[in-house]
């Protein structure tokens, strides 16, 4: 068990700290698998996302430059469909070298903030878009991109997303991936269900409102025996806070 865990009772939970069991009142039950209740958290948090790209870390801000050189050398002249695109960070590095790219995301809030950005016309295209239906999304792509995404991605639907994703890639298309590691004291408390393969985080924003999201983590082989049997040409970088991947998916 994690030093800190929390399991769910009706409107109490059980609340471990350091070894130590606690009784906490008042804390709400999720009856989904998560997807709504991330939904409605990032639509409310689309201001103040961008936070955390702009921490002053040299830690965490060489990982995502090492993320970002793999990213580059990924989308580098490819018709890119990016995943839950966000504020469109990441749209924005990759509109430095992708020929386009198709960024979705499924809050307009958060779109917003990315149409805000000005990123290049001619080669970016933000749509609102679920990332379970990827069918409607329109264009023909070579590469795709999925950063921060898959952890909140519930695990009894993650094979079948990573197989609607890579359909709609095709065959030989690169991906990239990127996502935290489950790093104690971040990112707000780690609790788990009773019964739920899927572990959550409780995440505060700035006006106060508390968020119980779905926050799944992956170690190193926890990725390569997820990732391997799908593609080929697997890299898989690791730093202190987050992981980064590449490959392809596969051909005949
Ligand atoms: C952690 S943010 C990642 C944003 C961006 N990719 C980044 O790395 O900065 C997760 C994003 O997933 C979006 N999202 C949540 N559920 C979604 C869904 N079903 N389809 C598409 N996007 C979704 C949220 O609106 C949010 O922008």
Redesign the pocket.
Request: with cysteine; proline share 0%; hydrophobic share 50%.
């Given at each position: 068990m994690p030093a800190s865990a929390r399991f769910w009772r009706r409107d109490e939970a059980t609340v471990w700290r350091n070894g130590e069991k606690h009784l906490v009142k008042g804390v709400a039950l999720e009856q989904d698998d998560g997807?709504e209740a991330?939904?409605r958290y990032?639509?409310m948090r689309?201001p103040e996302?961008d936070d955390?790209?702009a921490r002053a870390d040299d830690v965490r801000r060489g990982e995502l430059a090492s993320a970002t050189e793999m990213m580059k050398s990924v989308v580098d002249g490819r018709r890119v469909l990016?995943?839950?695109?966000?504020?469109g960070?990441?749209t924005h590095i990759a509109s430095e070298v992708a020929t386009k790219i198709v960024a979705?995301?499924?809050?307009s809030e958060?779109l917003d903030v990315a149409g805000q950005k000005k990123l290049r016309a001619d080669n970016v295209t933000f749509i609102k878009?679920?990332?379970?239906r990827l069918d409607e999304v329109p264009g023909t792509f070579d590469a795709g991109v999925?950063?921060?995404?898959v952890?909140?991605v519930p695990k009894a639907r993650l094979k079948s997303f990573l197989s609607a994703f890579h359909q709609r890639l095709g065959k030989r298309a690169s991906v990239f991936m990127?996502d935290n590691f489950n790093t104690p004291g971040y990112g707000g408390e780690f609790l788990c269900k009773p019964g739920s393969q899927d572990t959550f985080k409780l995440r505060e924003l700035a006006d106060g409102s508390k968020h119980t999201i779905i926050k799944n983590y992956f170690d190193t082989n926890k990725l390569r025996y997820l990732f391997a049997p799908v593609s080929n040409q697997l890299v898989i970088g690791s730093g202190t806070y987050y992981w980064w991947l590449s490959y392809v998916t596969k051909g005949d």
């Open positions: 997807i991330l939904e990032y639509r689309a996302y955390i790209y990016e995943v839950a695109c966000g504020t960070f990441w979705i995301d499924a809050s958060m878009a679920d990332a379970y999925a950063s921060f995404w952890s909140h990127m």
